[in-house]
C-alpha cells in the first residue's frame, strides 16, 4: 500500500510540475493571440516596417520579456506608448509573447556601405585608445546575442531603432542595463562611430 501511495504522489507531483514549467518558459500559441495589439506597430511576425520601432522576431524571450518588465515599471526604460501598451500585461502575458516572438524568423537589411568598414572595425576590435570594448564580446560574431546573459540578438535590427537606443543609453535615457555596461562603453562613442556600428549589425545575418 506504502509503495502504491507513494506512486500515486509521485505521479501527481509530475502531473502539476508539467504545466508549471510550460507557463513559467512561455506559451508561444497564446502569445500569439495577446500579439495583436502589438502587430499595428511591430507587424504580426514581429518585423517591424518603420525603422524607428524594433523588429521583435528571433529575439532571446527572457530579454524581450524583460523589456516589457521594465517598461511597465517605467523607471529605466520609459515610453509613453509602450508604457500604454503593457500597463495590463502579467509575468505570463509577457513571456507568452516573448515565446511567440521569438519564434519568429527577422527579416535582413542592407548595411550603408559608406560606414560599414568602420562599424566592423568596431563591433570587432572595439576602439582601445578609447576603452571601448568590442561589441562582439557580448553580442556575438554574428550579432545573435547571448540569451543566458540577456545579451540581445542585435543582428538584422533597423540601423535607426539601434542608433536610438545607443544615444538613449549615453544620455541616460535608458539605464536598464546591467552593470551599466552599455552606458560605459558608449560614453565614448561618437555619433559618427555610433551610426556606424548600427549600419554594421543591421547587416549581419543571426545564424
Known amino acids: 500500500m506504502n509503495h502504491k501511495l507513494s506512486a500515486l504522489f509521485a505521479a501527481l507531483s509530475v502531473s502539476l510540475m508539467l ?10 500559441q497564446r502569445g500569439q493571440e495577446l500579439s495583436q495589439s502589438c502587430a499595428a506597430c ?13 523588429k521583435l522576431a528571433g529575439q532571446h524571450p527572457k530579454y524581450t520579456a524583460k523589456q516589457l518588465r521594465d517598461f511597465q515599471e517605467g523607471e529605466l526604460r520609459h515610453d509613453n506608448l509602450m508604457a500604454g501598451e503593457v500597463a495590463d500585461l502579467s509575468e505570463q502575458d509577457m513571456k507568452d509573447l516573448a515565446a ?14 559608406d560606414v560599414v568598414a568602420r562599424g566592423e572595425q568596431i563591433y570587432r576590435g572595439g576602439i582601445p585608445s578609447e576603452g571601448v570594448a568590442a561589441c562582439i564580446a557580448c553580442h556575438g560574431a554574428q550579432g545573435q546575442g547571448n540569451p543566458e546573459a ?6 538584422g535590427q533597423h540601423a535607426t531603432y539601434s542608433l536610438d537606443q545607443l544615444q538613449q543609453f549615453r544620455d541616460g535615457e535608458r539605464r ?16 559618427e562611430d555610433m551610426e556606424a556600428v548600427a549600419q ?8
Open 150 to 155: 540577456m545579451f540581445p540578438s542585435v543582428a
Open 42 to 54: 511591430h507587424q504580426a511576425d514581429g518585423n517591424s516596417v518603420n525603422p524607428e520601432w524594433p
Open 100 to 113: 511567440y516572438f521569438a519564434e519568429q524568423t527577422i527579416t535582413t537589411e542592407t548595411a550603408d556601405e
Open 19 to 28: 504545466p508549471l514549467s510550460a507557463a513559467q518558459a512561455g506559451d508561444p
Open 176 to 191: 536598464n542595463d546591467n552593470g551599466q555596461m552599455m552606458r560605459g562603453i558608449v560614453g565614448n562613442l561618437s555619433d
Open 200 to 207: 554594421y549589425m543591421a547587416g549581419l545575418q543571426p545564424n
